[in-house]
Nanobody, 120 residues
Framework: QVQLVESGGGLVQAGGSLTLACAAS????????MGWFRQAPGKEREFVGA????????YEPDVVKGRFNISRSNTYNMAFLQMNSLEPEDTAVYYC?????????????WGPGTQVTVSS
């Protein structure tokens, strides 16, 4: 079973950029689809995007709007969410999640989250 910890969150001005990292331990992520989610105050958690274990990516277009990029390093057991042109509406706790040998369906491994705050 893999364990996940996010880092890289913080306070940024609107229009700025942040790159979140997700460090995995316990076993390699090569057989895991790595997803990113976020939850804003008072709102439900929403899907941002994912890096499939079989290769390829998917994004939630209404969230990403062409501004975010997901990457991964199976060698270093890490996943990344690069966020550009940040808006105050992107303020949320961002979570890394994983699911084993599946590109779709429920994620069953979650990190504790990292706070991203975008000031106007």
């Amino acid at each position: 079973q893999v364990q996940l910890v996010e880092s890289g969150g913080g306070l940024v001005q609107a229009g700025g950029s942040l790159t979140l990292a997700c460090a995995a331990s316990g076993r390699g992520i090569d057989i895991y689809t790595m997803g990113w989610f976020r939850q804003a105050p008072g709102k439900e958690r929403e899907f941002v995007g994912a890096s499939f274990w079989t290769g390829g990516f998917t994004y939630e277009p209404d969230v990403v709007k062409g501004r975010f990029n997901i990457s991964r390093s199976n060698t270093y057991n890490m996943a990344f969410l690069q966020m550009n042109s940040l808006e105050p509406e992107d303020t949320a706790v961002y979570y890394c999640a994983a699911k084993r040998q599946s590109n779709y369906g429920k994620y069953d491994i979650w990190g504790p989250g990292t706070q991203v705050t975008v000031s106007s």
